[in-house]
C-alpha cells in the first residue's frame, strides 16, 4: 500500500509569482485535505475535497485554489504570492466513513 | 469552533525515562488522532483514539471523550521519540483542528 506523496519537496518562489503544488492520495482513499503549517505552528485547514469538488474550506483568501483529479490525486493552486506564504504545506487523505488521516512529507514554500 | 489545547509545550527527557503529554478539547469529537512530526515535516499517525485506550509499543494513548481530554503516554524514551507531538480533533466539519503541538527532546 503506497503512502501519500507530495512533490516538489522544496520550492523557491518570488512574491507575485504562482505556484502549484501535488499530491497522490493513499491508495483507496478519496478525499484530499490541504493544510498549511507555518514555522512553530500547528497545521492549519486550507480546504478538502471529495469527489473532485471542494467541500470543506478554511479561512484562505481565494488565491488558494485546488483541484482533485479521477484517480483522487490533486493540486493546490496559490496565486499572487505573498511573502507570509512561506510555510510547509501539507496533504492528507482519507476514505470517507473510516475517519483517521494519513499525511504525506509535504512541500516546504519559501517565498522570497 | 473547537479549541485544542497541548500541555507541556516543551519537555526535555534523559533517554529511559516516561512521560505524558496531555490534550484537552473544548467540544465532543468523532475524530482524535496523535501525531509525531519528524525533523523532515512528515505527521506520522500515532493513534487513531476518539475515546478508549490503545497501545503500540512504548506508546500508548487514552481518551476520555465525555471529559475532552487525551493523554499520549511514551515509557522508556529513546532519542529518536524526539520531535513534536500534535493531537489533532475532529467534530462536525471536514477539518482536523490541530493544537499547537508538544516539542519532546530526549537526551543521550
Known amino acids: 500500500e503506497t503512502g501519500v506523496t507530495q512533490s516538489p519537496t522544496h520550492l523557491i518562489k518570488t512574491r507575485g509569482q504562482q505556484v502549484t503544488l501535488r499530491c497522490s492520495s493513499q491508495s483507496g482513499h478519496n478525499t484530499v485535505s490541504w493544510y498549511q503549517q507555518a514555522l512553530g505552528q500547528g497545521p492549519q485547514f486550507i480546504f478538502q475535497?471529495?469527489?473532485?469538488?471542494?467541500?470543506g474550506r478554511g479561512n484562505f483568501p481565494p488565491r488558494f485554489s485546488g483541484l482533485q483529479f479521477p484517480n483522487y490525486s490533486s493540486e493546490l493552486n496559490v496565486n499572487a504570492l505573498e511573502l507570509d506564504d512561506s510555510a510547509l504545506y501539507l496533504c492528507?487523505?482519507?476514505?470517507?466513513?473510516?475517519?483517521?488521516?494519513?499525511f504525506g512529507s509535504g512541500t516546504r514554500l519559501t517565498v522570497v | 469552533g473547537i479549541q485544542v489545547e497541548q500541555s507541556p509545550p516543551d519537555l526535555i527527557l534523559q533517554e529511559g525515562a516516561n512521560s505524558t503529554l496531555r490534550c484537552n478539547f473544548s467540544d465532543s469529537v468523532n475524530n482524535l488522532q496523535w501525531f509525531h512530526q519528524n525533523p523532515w515535516g512528515q505527521l506520522i499517525n500515532l493513534f487513531y483514539?476518539?475515546?478508549g485506550t490503545k497501545q503500540n509499543g512504548r506508546l500508548s494513548a487514552t481518551t476520555v471523550a465525555t471529559e475532552r481530554y487525551s493523554l499520549l503516554y511514551i515509557s522508556s524514551s529513546q532519542t529518536t521519540d524526539s520531535g513534536v507531538y500534535f493531537c489533532?480533533?475532529?467534530?462536525?466539519?471536514?477539518?482536523?483542528?490541530f493544537g499547537k503541538g508538544t516539542k519532546l527532546t530526549v537526551n543521550p
Open positions: 475535497y471529495y469527489r473532485e469538488e471542494e467541500n
Open positions: 483514539i476518539p475515546s
Open positions: 492528507a487523505s482519507s476514505f470517507t466513513g473510516s475517519n483517521g488521516y494519513t
Open positions: 489533532a480533533v475532529q467534530g462536525g466539519s471536514e477539518k482536523l483542528v
